[in-house]
């Protein structure tokens, strides 16, 4: 009776850091579009109330679950030199593929303004913590204890993790989509390995940083056409033109209504050549 009761309340804990995860963009975190929040106090309280009630919510389950360590991996791992190495590798191949998608995305690296890099870096780890603790230990350590395969387990976990992610909706980076996703499974089965989620934590926040480094933004990349700059190149004139004054009309200081071609203020767009 005990171990059910406990059982349907880890359950119901997972359940609330679900939905804790589904909208952390009300709170401005994880994946949120950081030009466009607001400054001031409000978003880092907001920030703050989302990281410590992912961090209460997962020490209840540590508390309640008669196995946290064992079955739903809640620790660095058994030999925590080699979960950090493995988390470090990991982290490389994330930041590897986050400048590859920057390159492919913008021909550049978009740097974001200094002002960001204190709430990136805040961002990336409370997002890897909670991420990791809920999918990579917490439901991933549910399913092998149901006696799921251990690929079927993993494969499925990465995939309700981008589902979470929301990285899939309409106006969505598909990109970004397949790094997550990615990243999630390699994650999981290095959990698997080391039986607990150190590696996991230490990768998923190279990858989310360098994310930030490579793009500008802390996961949302806007659609193409839809960057600032992108946005901006739509009001200057085409590749290859210019606008000049027109010489006969700078000499003359002509009256523009009296231009035989109508044209007024003495510019035109010529084409160099």
Do not use: C, K
């Not at 401005?28 to 466009?36: I, K, S």
């Not at 409370?126 to 251990?150: K, M, N, Y």
């Amino acid at each position: 009776m005990e171990d059910t009761l406990r059982f349907l309340i880890v359950i119901a804990l997972v359940g609330l850091l679900l939905l804790l995860r589904f909208d952390a963009q009300r709170f401005g975190t994880a994946e949120y579009d950081d030009e466009t929040a607001d400054g001031g106090v409000r978003p880092w309280l907001r920030r703050l109330a989302w990281y410590s009630l992912g961090a209460v919510l997962i020490y209840a389950v540590f508390r309640v679950h008669p196995q946290p360590i064992s079955v739903l991996h809640l620790d660095l791992g058994r030999d925590r030199q080699l979960s950090i190495g493995l988390g470090l590798l990991l982290g490389l191949l994330g930041t590897s593929l986050a400048f590859a998608f920057a390159w492919w995305r913008y021909r550049r690296f978009r740097l974001p303004p200094a002002r960001h890099y204190p709430g990136a870096a805040v961002n990336v780890i409370g997002t890897a913590v909670l991420d990791e603790a809920l999918f990579r230990g917490i439901i991933l350590g549910l399913l092998l204890s149901f006696s799921w395969p251990v690929e079927l387990a993993i494969a499925f976990q990465a995939a309700f993790y981008g589902l979470a992610t929301r990285l899939g909706a309409p106006g969505r980076s598909r990109g970004m989509l397949i790094i997550s996703v990615g990243i999630g499974a390699v994650a999981g089965s290095l959990t698997v390995q080391t039986l607990g989620i150190g590696a996991a934590i230490v990768g998923h926040a190279m990858t989310r940083f360098a994310i930030v480094l490579a793009t500008g933004h802390a996961g949302q990349v806007r659609p193409s056409g839809r960057e600032p700059e992108e946005l901006l190149g739509r009001t200057m004139p085409p590749d290859g033109w210019e606008v000049v004054t027109d010489r006969a009309n700078a000499a003359t200081d002509a009256d523009p209504a009296s231009d035989a071609h109508g044209e007024q203020g003495g510019l035109r767009p010529v084409r160099p050549g």
